[in-house]
């Protein structure tokens, strides 16, 4: 079975400085993953997803079938940066389903 | 394009009880999948239907089930309520099955007395 493992539940960064949001999934296929996030009083929403290896407000994640990783990264936190971030797995097939990781709180301070 | 309704936000039920939640996928959106939110758990998988079908099903028991109508629009039903259901339940709706492209709703905050 897969699984999603973001071994931190909360980051604390100042404004300006880079971060790492870390994510490793289990899976011996070939899987999708995503980053979803969801900021204060508003719907999660899907922020990237590996496929399209694009920066989505100033994110970018790169998958890394070797380590099992798929981190987030922004080289400079902005305060409305500040949200719950998820990662997710998803396996196309018969039996897929989207897994999601615990998630992390980013919090940037200014 | 008016986002996922989930009907209703609230609600208060007491052990035994059952319960039926809604939810409205975007339009032209023909898959809808359910989680559910707990603080200890996470986000966990429910179901997924496509075209009035389910294609997909998580682990949990047969109290939780599901259906689709033909315009899309889902509905999911707990019976026999436990106070470990106390959760929050995000609908989401994509465009094609099977992918982990998803759109979700604010979700329907249950809580079991």
């Known amino acids: 079975a897969q699984r999603v493992t973001q071994p931190e539940k909360l980051l604390s960064v100042f404004k300006g400085a880079p971060v790492e949001l870390k994510c490793n999934y289990s899976?011996?296929?070939?899987?999708?993953l995503f980053w979803y996030v969801q900021y204060s009083r508003q719907r999660l929403q899907l922020l990237l997803r590996?496929?399209s290896r694009e920066s989505i407000k100033g994110f970018t994640a790169d998958l890394n079938k070797g380590e099992t990783s798929f981190h987030l990264k922004k080289p400079f936190a902005q305060e409305e940066d500040s949200a719950m971030y998820y990662c997710?797995?998803?396996?196309?097939?018969?039996?897929?389903?989207?897994?999601f990781g615990k998630g992390i709180t980013l919090s940037v301070r200014p | 394009k008016a986002g996922v309704t989930q009907t209703p936000r609230y609600l208060i039920k007491t052990r035994g009880q059952q319960v039926t939640l809604s939810c409205s996928p975007i339009?032209?959106?023909?898959?809808v999948s359910w989680y559910q939110q707990t603080p200890g758990q996470g986000l966990q998988f429910l179901f997924e239907?496509?075209?009035?079908?389910?294609?997909n099903k998580g682990n949990f028991p047969g109290r939780f089930s599901g259906r689709q109508f033909s315009n899309s629009r889902s509905e999911m039903n707990v019976s026999t309520l436990e106070l470990g259901d106390s959760a929050l339940y995000l609908c989401?709706?994509?465009?094609?099955?099977?992918?982990?492209?998803?759109?979700f709703g604010e979700g329907s905050r249950l809580t079991v007395l």
């Open positions: 989401a709706s994509s465009g094609r099955p099977n992918t982990g492209e998803l759109f």
């Open positions: 899976y011996s296929g070939s899987p999708e």
């Open positions: 590996h496929i």
């Open positions: 997710a797995l998803s396996v196309t097939g018969a039996n897929s389903k989207l897994t």
């Open positions: 339009s032209g959106h023909r898959s």
């Open positions: 239907y496509f075209s009035e079908t389910q294609r």
